[in-house]
C-alpha cells in the first residue's frame, strides 16, 4: 500500500506565495518520478511539473514556468513545489502523483491540496 500525503495549500493573495509538500509512504520498491497537477473548477486535470527522482531533471508546464520550483528530498521520499507569483488562474486542487517506473505511468495520487488565489 502507497499513500500520498498532501500539505501545505490555503488562501493567498495574487503575487504571493506557497509552498506545498507531498510525502510518499509505504511499499515503495522504485520511484522515477514525482509530480504535481491540478484541477481547477469545471476543467480537466492539467499537469504542472515533475521531476525525476535520480537526476537533475525538472518539468514545468508553459503557464507555470519561471513562477514554480519542484524540489525534492529522497531521504523524507517527499517532493516540495513552491510556487511564487501566484496568480488568481492558478487557483486549483493540487494534486501529486508518483511514477514507479519508466513508462508505468501515474501510479499513485494523493488526495489533493486546496490552493486559492484571492484578493
Known amino acids: 500500500q502507497v499513500e500520498l500525503v498532501e500539505s501545505g495549500g490555503g488562501l493567498v493573495e495574487p503575487g504571493g506565495s506557497l509552498r506545498l509538500s507531498c510525502a510518499a509512504s509505504?511499499?515503495?520498491?522504485?520511484?522515477?518520478?514525482m509530480g504535481w497537477f491540478r484541477q481547477a473548477p469545471g476543467k480537466e486535470r492539467e499537469y504542472v511539473s515533475a521531476?525525476?527522482?535520480?537526476?537533475?531533471?525538472?518539468y514545468y508546464a508553459n503557464s507555470v514556468k519561471g513562477r514554480f520550483t519542484i524540489s525534492r528530498d529522497n531521504s523524507k521520499k517527499t517532493v516540495y513545489l513552491q510556487m511564487n507569483s501566484l496568480k488568481r488562474e492558478d487557483t486549483a486542487v493540487y494534486y501529486c502523483?508518483?511514477?514507479?517506473?519508466?513508462?508505468?505511468?501515474?501510479?499513485?495520487w494523493g488526495q489533493g491540496s486546496q490552493v486559492t488565489v484571492s484578493s
Open positions: 509505504g511499499s515503495i520498491a522504485t520511484i522515477n518520478r
Open positions: 521531476i525525476k527522482w535520480n537526476a537533475d531533471i525538472t
Open positions: 502523483a508518483l511514477e514507479t517506473v519508466v513508462g508505468a505511468g501515474w501510479n499513485y
